[in-house]
């Protein structure tokens, strides 16, 4: 079974350039989240999907990220324009309900996107 | 506020012995606690989890402890191996679906 696909693995951009990373989750995972993570913390989420809709965005600074999954499946996180501190890791990971654990799922994560913005 | 709290960023021990990674959270909604292991330029990994129902859950050489009274949780690995090196992170959940994670711990298990 594939796991989790990202792309690019690494970016590197000047600051005010627009930015988009690419994630295609494990087949039959309905659930997606995009999670940013700086250098020596935990992931933190920006933004979960259940199939095509966002249910959590809360953390996802509005005015300059936007993301979609607009067939349910792959999806698509674009940040325009760049700050510098938008230099981090970020995280596409998936899941799908653990079979007699309802509502305990575990994810799974793809390899992330290195961002470095000058 | 963070609620996971990873309060060791770094361990370091020899092969053989046994690794202990302490996680501690503040949220008692939390029912659902993970722990991953990260590699250098990698994505977080599975690693194991337990539900608040229970207090210990084992996998091999990894076994995970959970004192709820006290919302501190373990990850112990017996014998540790020099292939454990790596970053531990714990993340719990407790409102279907949103995880938080700690900062990691990263472990070093010398030859």
């Known amino acids: 079974e594939a796991g989790v696909v990202q792309s690019p693995r690494y970016k590197i951009i000047e600051k005010k350039q627009p930015v988009a990373f690419w994630c295609n989750p494990i087949?039959?995972?309905?659930?997606l989240y995009w999670y940013r993570q700086n250098l020596g913390q935990g992931p933190e989420l920006l933004i979960r999907?259940?199939?095509?809709?966002?249910?959590?965005d809360s953390q996802l600074p509005k005015d300059r990220f936007s993301a979609e999954r607009l067939k349910g499946v792959d999806s698509t996180l674009k940040i325009q324009p760049a700050e510098l501190g938008d230099s981090a890791v970020y995280l596409c990971?998936?899941?799908?309900?653990?079979?007699?654990?309802?509502?305990?799922?575990?994810?799974?994560f793809g390899p992330g996107t290195r961002l470095l913005v000058l | 506020d963070q609620q996971v709290k990873q309060n060791s960023p770094s361990l370091s021990v020899q092969e053989g012995r046994i690794s202990i990674l302490n996680c501690d959270y503040t949220?008692?909604?939390?029912?659902?606690f993970l722990w991953y292991k990260k590699y250098p330029a990698e994505g977080p990994t599975f690693l194991i989890s337990?539900?608040?129902?229970?207090d210990k859950n084992e996998d091999g050489r990894f076994t995970v402890f959970l004192n709820k009274s006290a919302k501190h949780l373990s990850l112990h690995i017996v014998p540790s191996q020099p292939g454990d090196s790596a970053v531990y992170f714990c993340?719990?959940?407790?409102?279907?679906?949103?995880?938080?994670f700690g900062s990691g711990t990263k472990l070093n298990v010398k030859p």
């Open positions: 337990i539900s608040s129902i229970k």
């Open positions: 990971a998936s899941s799908s309900p653990r079979r007699g654990l309802a509502g305990q799922e575990t994810q799974y």
């Open positions: 949220n008692s909604m939390f029912d659902y």
């Open positions: 999907y259940e199939n095509e809709e966002a249910v959590d």
């Open positions: 993340a719990a959940s407790g409102n279907f679906n949103k995880f938080y």
């Open positions: 087949s039959g995972h309905n659930t």
